[in-house]
T-cell receptor, first 114, second 111 residues
Framework: NAGVTQTPKFQVLKTGQSMTLQCAQDMNHEYMSWYRQDPGMGLRLIHYSVGAGITDQGEVPNGYNVSRSTTEDFPLRLLSAAPSQTSVYFC?????????????FGPGTRLTVT | KNQVEQSPQSLIILEGKNCTLQCNYTVSPFSNLRWYKQDTGRGPVSLTIMTFSENTKSNGRYTATLDADTKQSSLHITASQLSDSASYICVVSATGNKLVFGAGTILRVKS
C-alpha cells in the first residue's frame, strides 16, 4: 500500500492564480480530510468527506473547494490564491469518521503564494 | 472554547536522556486523546490513541499518560535517540470526532 499520497510536494503561485492539490489513498478509507498547518498553530480542518459524493466544510473553508467523485481521490482546489493561503497542506484519511479510528496523513504540499 | 495547549514549545536534550512533554486541554465532551510524531517535511504519524478509561499507553520507548479529571496528558520518551528529533503533536477528539490539534512541541536530540 502506498498509503496517502499528495502532489505536488512544493508549489509557488501568484496571487489570483488557481490550482488543484491532489490527494489519493489506496486503503479504501471512507473518510478523507484536508488540513492546513501554519507556524505556531495546530492543524486546522479545511474540508472533509465521509464518502464518495459527500463533502462538508471544516473550520477554515473559505477560498477552497473540494469534490469526491471516487473513494480514492479527494482534490483540493484553490479558486483564486491569496498570500494568506501560504501554508503546508495535509491530506488525511481514516476507515471512517468515528472516534478512536486511526488517521493517516500524507506527506504534505508546501504552498507559497506571492 | 475547545483548546489544546502543549508545553514546552521546544526542547533540546542529549542523546540517551529521558524527557516528558505536556498537553493540557479544555475540549469537552472528551472522546479520546492522540499523540503524533511529525518529522521535518513529513506528515504526522500516530504514536498512541487513549480513551477516557485508559491512564497509560506505551509504544516502544514512548509512554503516554492521561488524567481525564485534570484534563492533562504527558508523553514520556525514554533513552532518547537522534531519530526522536521531531515535532510532537497532542490531538484531542471531542464527541462527533471533531479533532482539536495542539501547536506541538519541537524536540531536538543532540549527540
Amino acid at each position: 500500500n502506498a498509503g496517502v499520497t499528495q502532489t505536488p510536494k512544493f508549489q509557488v503561485l501568484k496571487t489570483g492564480q488557481s490550482m488543484t492539490l491532489q490527494c489519493a489513498q489506496d486503503m479504501n478509507h471512507e473518510y478523507m480530510s484536508w488540513y492546513r498547518q501554519d507556524p505556531g498553530m495546530g492543524l486546522r480542518l479545511i474540508h472533509y468527506s465521509v464518502g464518495a459524493g459527500i463533502t462538508d466544510q471544516g473550520e477554515v473553508p473559505n477560498g477552497y473547494n473540494v469534490s469526491r467523485s471516487t473513494t480514492e481521490d479527494f482534490p483540493l482546489r484553490l479558486l483564486s490564491a491569496a498570500p494568506s493561503q501560504t501554508s503546508v497542506y495535509f491530506c488525511a484519511s481514516s476507515l471512517h469518521r468515528l472516534a478512536g479510528v486511526e488517521q493517516y496523513f500524507g506527506p504534505g504540499t508546501r504552498l507559497t503564494v506571492t | 472554547k475547545n483548546q489544546v495547549e502543549q508545553s514546552p514549545q521546544s526542547l533540546i536534550i542529549l542523546e540517551g536522556k529521558n524527557c516528558t512533554l505536556q498537553c493540557n486541554y479544555t475540549v469537552s465532551p472528551f472522546s479520546n486523546l492522540r499523540w503524533y510524531k511529525q518529522d521535518t517535511g513529513r506528515g504526522p504519524v500516530s504514536l498512541t490513541i487513549m480513551t477516557f478509561s485508559e491512564n497509560t499507553k506505551s509504544n516502544g520507548r514512548y509512554t503516554a499518560t492521561l488524567d481525564a479529571d485534570t484534563k492533562q496528558s504527558s508523553l514520556h520518551i525514554t533513552a532518547s535517540q537522534l531519530s526522536d528529533s521531531a515535532s510532537y503533536i497532542c490531538v484531542v477528539s471531542a464527541t462527533g470526532n471533531k479533532l482539536v490539534f495542539g501547536a506541538g512541541t519541537i524536540l531536538r536530540v543532540k549527540s
